[in-house]
């Protein structure tokens, strides 16, 4: 779950800008400017922040970090009451079928701390796939695909500090997954949810308190196709080309 204790007396602020993006909306789209993009993959659409103001970002040797700011969510809670879409996000526009892996690594510290792989049409539609820090403090892979309304569901713990996931497309088909060691991967979810043309894929991070979290993006493969099981990743359909 995600929702903050609202008895914290903690009061978050906060503002929600779209742009147009190939049709569909993307909170605080911005262009990629600025940022030394070359170390990491050459992916299609080329990478774009998204709510670039609420994070930092380091780049080296193909690896990605997002060090966002506090009071950063991506969540819209069932029957309301809690809404905050400004998460920073680092994205790539994929067309067709695809397969795209990562190894996050975080030392999470505070709830709902969370490194995630994203599929974000806009504002009311996105999915994404977590390590995040539960209420019980243990890193855990968490699921969460919004449609309007945020459905998310916890699913086992990680015992250590990194753990590899990926997000794999056939159609309006989508499978999450993930593996302790990537090698040996796991069914998370299975589910259909159609995007339209302005649909983008990649890495975010959020975290409700001022601790200085981040997370880290390695290992990062793609593939423009889909694996032959949706529901059973091989690890040759991750593996670098």
């Known amino acids: 779950m995600h929702v903050r204790n609202f008895y914290s007396g903690f009061v978050i602020s906060f503002a929600v800008a779209l742009v147009a993006l190939g049709g569909a909306a993307v909170a605080h789209a911005q262009a990629s400017s600025g940022v030394d993009w070359a170390s990491l993959p050459k992916l299609p659409g080329g990478w774009t922040q998204v709510n670039a103001d609420k994070a930092a970002l ?53 709830t709902y701390d969370v490194g995630a792989l994203v599929v974000y049409g806009d504002d009311s539609h996105w999915v994404k796939l977590c390590y995040e820090n539960s209420p019980r403090h243990e890193a855990t892979v968490v699921s969460v695909v919004t449609r309007e309304r945020s459905d998310d ?89």
Do not use: C
């Open 153 to 241: 569901i916890n699913s086992e713990t990680i015992a250590s500090p990194f753990v590899y996931m990926a997000i794999a497309r056939q159609g309006n088909v989508f499978t999450l997954h993930f593996s302790r060691d990537g090698q040996q991967w796991r069914l998370v979810r299975h589910f259909e949810m159609p995007f339209g043309p302005g649909m983008r894929v990649g890495f975010a991070a959020h975290s409700d308190a001022p601790n200085h979290f981040s997370a880290t993006f390695s290992e990062i493969t793609y593939r423009a196709t889909a694996p032959k099981d949706m529901r059973q990743l091989q690890v040759a359909e991750v593996a670098a080309q």
């Open 58 to 110: 380091h780049i080296k040797d193909g690896t990605l970090q997002i060090v966002p700011s506090a009071g950063t969510n991506l969540f819209h809670a069932p029957g309301g009451g809690f809404d905050l879409v400004n998460a920073p996000m680092v994205l790539f526009a994929p067309q067709g079928d695809f397969t795209l892996k990562a190894r996050i690594s975080a030392q999470l510290v505070d």
